[in-house]
């Protein structure tokens, strides 16, 4: 973004808002205009408002930090930091150089004793880290960090949904099918024997087939749709989400000792209970040419795997700030209905985690632009609004 286009920005917005968050979906400090953007900043923001952003930490060095704090007086930042194993963070983050980080943050933490300053970590946890979530919420405490916000990881690609810790099929479905999901295939299977069989005049018991038929049953008065497949397929992480659980139960009991806010995402979505936080908390977010989006995941695009599927992820646009104003963007009719809308996901958009068709070359999740209820575009497998994923705003 160009200083001349913040600065339209800021006389437009920054009046009144509370909160301004200066990060996306790269590293904040690599724009050579980032101290400019600061200082339009404060010239318009109310006093009593913040200023946060997220950072990888490796170029937040001394004379950075002092400018940022003692100067533009960021009110909250937030260090990117999966593990404290410096091996390990710096595979899961390319090109990171771990020591010069941690003594970023060290200096960092200092200024906060004579600022007023909150420090965070912000994480992701996936099966190549999350062992080590109790030692860096620990590591955490005895730094004074104030709170630490873990993230599930978004798949980009099928390899990428193979390091997941969650299964796309809420927590009600997996209790209504369990007895299918431990008994497997071979329940299926034998309760199609038995329907062939009785259908071809066979007396045959019909005790596999009558347990399905209880679960459908079950499943039709909850008003719960039953993925099957996926479910059975996902029995290998089952196992592994006992040990999820005693890892987060542990870390929590680690930042209650510290005192320190730990947010954790949910093990399973729950269908019933989605929420946007861009909607929630009012957010306006705004792509480095001026477009106006919903949220981070609709910033630009790009693929997605989820539900055993691809998805490609089109940029939603509501205007442009180059030539229209923040009020008209923000008042438009279709961006208003689409906020609407979505302040009602629950009812208003499926979850499309719990039904077969979605990881079955289903049409309508093939891409974001239209789902089965008709909604233009479509939140239907947003992680966000199912807590699995979070997006610090």
């Known amino acids: 973004m160009t200083p001349e286009l913040f600065e339209k920005i800021a006389k437009e917005a920054f009046p009144h808002i509370s909160r301004l968050t200066l990060y996306g979906d790269g590293e904040s400090l690599v724009h050579p205009n980032f101290l400019d953007f600061l200082d339009i900043a404060r010239r318009y923001l109310p006093r009593d408002s ?19 704090v003692e100067k533009y007086h960021v009110n909250e930042i937030a260090f990117s930091i999966d593990t404290t194993d410096f091996s390990k963070l710096e595979k899961i983050r390319l090109g990171a150089q771990s020591k010069i980080i941690f003594r970023n943050l060290i200096h960092l933490l200092d200024l906060k004793k004579n600022n007023d300053l909150k420090i965070g970590i912000s994480s992701v946890v996936m099966r190549s880290n999350v062992e080590d979530l109790p030692d860096l919420v620990e590591k955490a405490g005895e730094l004074n960090i104030d709170y630490v916000v873990v993230s599930h990881l978004l798949p980009y690609s099928e390899s990428m949904y193979r390091e997941i810790l969650y299964p796309s099929f809420t927590g009600d479905a997996l209790r209504v099918a369990g007895e299918v999901i431990k008994e497997g295939w071979p329940l299926v299977l034998k309760a199609i024997y038995e329907e062939l069989g009785a259908a071809y005049g066979q ?39 006992k040990k999820i659980e005693e890892i987060f139960e542990a870390s929590r009991r680690i930042a209650k000792k510290y005192g320190i806010r730990l947010e954790l995402p949910s093990i399973f979505p729950d269908g019933r209970k989605r929420e946007c936080p861009y909607i929630k908390n009012e957010v306006m977010v705004i ?14 695009e790009h693929s997605f795997y989820i539900n055993n599927h691809d998805k490609w992820i089109h940029a939603i646009t509501f205007g442009d700030l180059k030539t229209e104003t923040v009020k008209n963007v923000w008042n438009k009719e279709e961006y208003v209905r689409f906020r609407e809308n979505v302040s009602n996901i629950s009812k208003s958009m499926p979850w499309c985690g719990d ?8 049409w309508y999740v093939k891409e974001n632009l239209m789902d089965c209820y008709g909604n233009t575009p479509t939140c239907s497998e947003c992680v966000y609004s199912v807590n699995l994923a979070k997006c610090l705003i």
């Open 50 to 68: 913040e200023i946060f952003f997220v950072t990888n930490g490796s170029l937040l060095n001394e004379k950075i930090s002092n400018i940022i």
């Open 203 to 241: 007396y045959v018991s019909l005790s596999a087939s009558r347990v399905l038929r209880e679960i459908w049953k079950k499943a039709e008065d909850m008003n719960l749709e039953i993925n099957l497949p996926m479910m059975l397929e996902a029995k290998p992480l089952m196992k592994y989400l």
């Open 287 to 300: 792509r480095w040419d001026g477009k106006v989006v919903p949220c981070m995941n609709y910033i630009h």
């Open 355 to 362: 039904c077969l068709y979605s990881s079955l070359g289903c």
